[in-house]
């Protein structure tokens, strides 16, 4: 073989390696699965508030009596405050309080247990959109009804505004991943068809909400309770999350 014959051959040898790995797989008909992701961000709008009041007392019907009268109170102060809440009674409870255990002497039998006093309680749910007047309200049910937890959402109505955004920007997110796909798979968008769309958990969501915790209750009320200073609440923002998975195939 004449030498120039040879370095043609040896070229042929290397070329032939690099326009294998150059090659790229033929994806006519190809299924691809895309997943995607959206999500909207919005303040909150709507606040839960839970008041509640507690009393103890050696006799059960004056403790009863207590609670009743300070719930009264309280939920009166509550629509005056904000007439557009809804109130919604969470729960009403009455328990005995016993005395310590404490060991027999010369192992007598232990004695009846024989309650002391009783403790009643009562719960009220406050609901409200009415986010500027919040605090003032808080306050002056707060002379009367313990503040315990207190709890930022959306609304009903912001929900399901939000919920066609949310739809919206992740089949947005959706549309640019495939074209990035078919980039790299050097097609061309037109050349993909949209085979199925699966909204996997679309609505099924957590409103992420800020948790106040307020101070236990107080004792029994005096005549003219004193006036409480106005808290503070930031309503914070709330985001709405979704997930869906697309299958394109490529003509």
């Known amino acids: 073989m004449s030498p120039s014959a040879f370095i043609a051959a040896a070229a042929l040898v290397l070329v032939a390696p690099a326009q294998a790995q150059t090659q790229t797989l033929p994806t006519t008909g190809t299924l691809v699965v895309v997943p995607a992701f959206g999500e909207v961000t919005h303040a909150n709008d709507q606040a839960i508030a839970t008041f509640s009041v507690e009393e103890q007392d050696k006799d059960k019907a ?13 939920t009166e102060i509550v629509r005056k405050e904000d007439p557009q809440a809804q109130l919604k009674t969470q729960g009403y409870y009455t328990y005995p309080v016993y005395p310590e255990d404490r060991p027999t002497p010369n192992g007598a039998p232990p004695k009846a247990r024989v309650p002391t006093a009783w403790r009643v309680g009562q719960a009220l749910e406050v609901k409200t959109t009415n986010l500027a007047t919040l605090p003032r309200t808080a306050a002056a049910a707060q002379t009367v009804l313990a503040l315990n937890n207190l709890q930022f959402g959306l609304s009903p109505a912001a929900t399901r505004k939000l919920d066609g955004e949310r739809i919206a920007a992740t089949y947005q ?58 808290p503070s609440f930031e309503p914070g923002e709330t985001t709405l999350q979704m997930r869906l998975v697309g299958k394109v195939r490529f003509k």
């Open 62 to 74: 004056a403790a009863a009596s207590r609670v009743n009268q300070k719930m009264k109170q309280g």
């Open 173 to 230: 997110n959706l549309n640019e991943r495939i074209a990035s796909i078919a980039a790299a798979m050097g097609r061309k968008l037109a050349d993909a068809v949209l085979d199925t769309v699966d909204f996997e958990g679309s609505g099924n969501y957590t409103d992420q909400r800020v948790e106040v915790m307020g101070a236990r209750n107080f004792k029994a009320a005096m005549a003219a309770p004193p006036p409480v200073a106005e």
